[in-house]
């Protein structure tokens, strides 16, 4: 799930947004839920006994993790308070546990089998250097996968960006923008894999998540890439920033006859091995 991240370089990286909220995240908690389940379902370590889930958010998804390696220690790992206060009704004492922390200086006690990061180093620029290091962690035969969204070059994010930019909101909200290379091409994932001594698979998918009620795209974005933006303004700005933003996302994600909007997302996966 989301959740997000960190790097070595912490003065040269913009941190992840605070005040998470759990709820409004997991409105669409199947749609999310899909791409980390995709994700694990590729990792094929047989029975690692570490575990870690970076940027684990609100627990839900984590704790499926204790169930799919039920000899494993699950570690889930997350800066935001209100997150890891949700995660805590899925903390199973000895077997999956919540721990606050930046996971761009965030380090295991020790070696580890797993190490999952899903729809979290879009957060963190630079995370080349934060996979680099996460790769050194695994033992021989040890797994890191990892899931982006790779959809920072569609409607959803372009527009954003470019009412950010705008003369209105410039002075305000430029450095909100999304950036369009927040994440790798997916070539670019398997160099710095193979780079960091590791042999990647590497693959995108695009979901077309099927969606319902009055700004369907609006509300899916609230909780994630808009959050940080509307985290700027005051609350009469807010609203005149989000009847512009809903405006273009009706123009570029109409709804169909039968009322349900379509959104493609692509997300970028990879999964890599540390030789034994």
């Not at 984590?62 to 899925?90: F, H, I, N, Q």
């Not at 995370?127 to 040890?142: F, M, S």
């Not at 303004?233 to 009847?243: H, I, K, M, V």
């Not at 996302?249 to 909007?261: E, F, N, Q, S, V």
């Amino acid at each position: 799930m989301a959740a997000d991240e960190r790097s070595t370089d912490v003065a040269a990286t913009r941190p992840r947004p605070s005040g998470w909220d759990p709820a409004a995240y997991l409105r669409y908690a199947g749609e999310r839920a899909r791409p980390f389940v995709d994700l694990v379902s590729r990792v094929g370590a047989e029975d690692p006994s570490e575990v870690v889930d970076l940027g684990c958010g609100e627990g839900t998804m984590t704790a499926t993790l204790a169930e799919r390696w039920p000899g494993a220690r699950v570690t889930g790992v997350d800066s935001s308070p209100e997150m890891l206060a949700a995660a805590a009704a899925s903390a199973v004492p000895g077997r999956v546990e919540f721990v606050r922390g930046d996971v761009r200086d965030w380090a295991p006690d020790g070696p580890v089998d797993v190490v999952l990061s899903n729809a979290v180093l879009h957060w963190v620029p630079g995370h080349e250097r934060l996979l680099t290091r996460c790769a050194g962690w695994l033992r021989p035969g040890g797994r890191l996968a990892v899931q982006v969204p790779g959809n920072f070059r569609a409607p959803t994010h372009a527009l954003l960006a470019e009412l950010c930019l705008s003369p209105r909101w410039a002075s305000r909200l430029a450095d909100a923008a999304p950036r369009p290379d927040a994440v790798l091409e997916p070539a670019g994932y398997l160099d710095v894999l193979t780079a960091a001594g590791l042999s990647p698979d590497v693959w995108e998918t695009t979901y077309l998540h099927v969606l319902s009620g009055a700004d369907p795209v609006l509300a899916w974005v609230r909780s994630t890439v808009l959050r940080p933006v509307l985290a700027l303004l005051d609350a009469d700005s807010a609203a005149e920033f989000t009847a512009q933003y809903a405006a273009a996302l009706r123009a570029a994600y109409p709804a169909r006859p039968d009322g349900t909007t379509l959104l493609p997302f692509r997300r970028v996966f990879a999964v890599a091995t540390r030789p034994s």
